[in-house]
DNA sequence: GATGTATCCTTGTGTACGCAACTAATCTAG
DNA sequence: CTAGATTAGTTGCGTACACAAGGATACATC
């Protein structure tokens, strides 16, 4: 005798499902694959990688905060972590003595390029195996559009 | 004198980026407008909602592993909670002693119609602000191309 | 200048979850 | 029937993170 719970199917909420699970699969395969053996998580290698990218690679607590989507204290406990690794240093803001930057070492940098190459092979992997390069974009381009997501949202 | 560290740009590292931003602001949307206020974490509502659609209302502590993608102790802990509030009731299998059902009692059923309907309307406002009908069909037609999303993956 | 407000960051404290080790029940082979 | 292997689940412990509170600096208004 099975009552019937739900009934609403809307796409929506294939699309969030489908969101989710996939998200936690690849979340999961780069920990397991390329993270974890290397002492990484996710998210110090995401802050890596933003710091890479940032103007004369550093960033500021706040900054990271918001790309990561981390609060202030998450992120504080995150660079310890990195700090003590050696591959984040702080340094003092000049005009602000609020602020202290993050900045990437070059030892960080090493270890992020090293990492984030065989990061780049899984995901192509991932991706490849499943799509061609144009549903790849496609699926990108989706997303972007987002809220929250696209450019408009956030330093970059 | 910015060095720069990335030189590899691949379709797949933005669509992964996007992929991971778009899952966190949506769970963190509906963390704050419909969970936390109704003290239900993000897996306790995926709990629910795995159980509503399951048969009988009830499934396997394996099986909600692997839906929600959680180690054995992390189910565990979960349905402790779920149980406490009255939405999850232990119930043992007949067949096999080893197993314990954790079935949706009908506080649980009413509780995430409820607390179901509202999410369903953020994650239309969510999705349809920034994509008509069709992108979401498609959008979540690719994800569910990706491996380990669709429906091959696991029980359903 | 003084005083209120906003911004940046850190420090307790609590919690959700992974990992490893364990028990108990079932299946398989001899 | 016995012995090992597999499967379902729990418990102890460690960790990553959120929340709330607090401290320090900057800015704004008088």
Redesign the pocket.
Known sequence: MSRQVLTTQAIELDAFARLMRAQSVLRREL??EVL?PRGL???DFEALLHLAKAENQRL????L?ALL???????????D?LQAAGFVE?KQ?A???????AVLTDEGAQTLECVGAIHTEVLRGFFRGALDEQDIERLSELLEKLPGVGSGSCAG
């Not at 500021?60 to 900054?63: E, H, M």
């Not at 989507?69 to 660079?79: A, E, F, K, N």
């Open positions: 920990e397991a974890s998580t996710f998210n500021r607590r706040v900054d905060s989507m981390l609060t202030p204290s998450g992120v504080t406990r995150l660079l972590g702080n803001c005009g602000d003595a609020r602020v202290t930057w």
